[in-house]
T-cell receptor
Framework: AQSVTQPDIHITVSEGASLELRCNYS??????LFWYVQSPGQGLQLLLK??????LVQGIKGFEAEFKRSQSSFNLRKPSVHWSDAAEYFC????????????FGTGTRLLVSP | NAGVTQTPKFQVLKTGQSMTLQCAQD?????MSWYRQDPGMGLRLIHY???????DQGEVPNGYNVSRSTTEDFPLRLLSAAPSQTSVYFC????????????????FGQGTRLTVV
C-alpha cells in the first residue's frame, strides 16, 4: 500500500529566504506524486504533479519539486518565500489504483516571519 | 465550468442527528471520492466510487454511507452524527488514467466544515 511521510509539522521561514518541504513516499513502482497547498479556511489547490520524465517539476507560484527515486522523496522548494505563501502544504501519492484513492501526508504548516 | 461543488459550506449538528453532504461535478468524471481532514492527520479517504452504482470503502468509512445514482452526484450521509465526526469534508472527482493530460489529477471541492455538538 502507498504511504506518504511529511516529517515536519511546522516550518518557519523568513520572508525572502529559500524553502524546502520534505516528502517521502512508499510505493513499489513509479508513483504519481502531487503537492497541494491549503490557505486558511480554503480548499486544496494543486501546486504541481509528477508522473514520469524530467525529475524536476515546475509548478505554480514559483514552486518546484524534485523526484528522487533512490531516496523515495519528492521535496518541494521555492527560492524566495513571500508572506502570502504561509499555508499548509500536503504531499500526496497515488499508485496504479487511480486518482480516486489519493494518499496524503499529514501536512506541513509554513509560517513566514517578516 | 463549476468543477466540483459542495454544499453546505458550514453545518452544525447535534449528536444523533442525520444529514447529507452534497457533492456534484460537471466534468463527466467517472471517479468520485470523499475525504475528511483532521488536524495533524492530513486527508483520509472515507468512501469512493468508480462509476454510477459502484461504491467502496476507504480508510475511515464507519459512520458514513454513500450512493452513486448518477455520474454527477456523490452524496455523503451521516446517519447518526457523533462529535468524532467533527471535521472538514472534501469531495474530489477524477477520470480514469487514459494518458491524456487532462486525466492526470483529482479536482477538489471547497470543503464542508461540520461541527457536531
Amino acid at each position: 500500500a502507498q504511504s506518504v511521510t511529511q516529517p515536519d509539522i511546522h516550518i518557519t521561514v523568513s520572508e525572502g529566504a529559500s524553502l524546502e518541504l520534505r516528502c517521502n513516499y512508499s510505493y513499489g513502482a513509479t508513483p504519481y506524486l502531487f503537492w497541494y497547498v491549503q490557505s486558511p479556511g480554503q480548499g486544496l489547490q494543486l501546486l504541481l504533479k509528477y508522473f514520469s520524465g524530467d525529475t524536476l517539476v515546475q509548478g505554480i507560484k514559483g514552486f518546484e519539486a524534485e523526484f528522487k527515486r533512490s531516496q523515495s522523496s519528492f521535496n518541494l522548494r521555492k527560492p524566495s518565500v513571500h508572506w502570502s505563501d504561509a499555508a499548509e502544504y500536503f504531499c500526496a501519492v497515488v499508485g496504479n489504483t487511480g486518482f480516486q484513492k489519493l494518499v496524503f501526508g499529514t501536512g506541513t504548516r509554513l509560517l513566514v516571519s517578516p | 465550468n463549476a468543477g466540483v461543488t459542495q454544499t453546505p459550506k458550514f453545518q452544525v449538528l447535534k449528536t444523533g442527528q442525520s444529514m447529507t453532504l452534497q457533492c456534484a461535478q460537471d466534468m463527466n468524471h467517472e471517479y468520485m471520492s470523499w475525504y475528511r481532514q483532521d488536524p495533524g492527520m492530513g486527508l483520509r479517504l472515507i468512501h469512493y466510487s468508480v462509476g454510477a452504482g459502484i461504491t467502496d470503502q476507504g480508510e475511515v468509512p464507519n459512520g458514513y454511507n454513500v450512493s452513486r445514482s448518477t455520474t454527477e452526484d456523490f452524496p455523503l450521509r451521516l446517519l447518526s452524527a457523533a462529535p468524532s465526526q467533527t471535521s472538514v469534508y472534501f469531495c474530489a472527482s477524477s477520470s480514469p488514467r487514459t494518458g491524456t493530460v487532462r486525466d492526470t489529477e483529482a479536482f477538489f471541492g471547497q470543503g464542508t466544515r461540520l461541527t457536531v455538538v
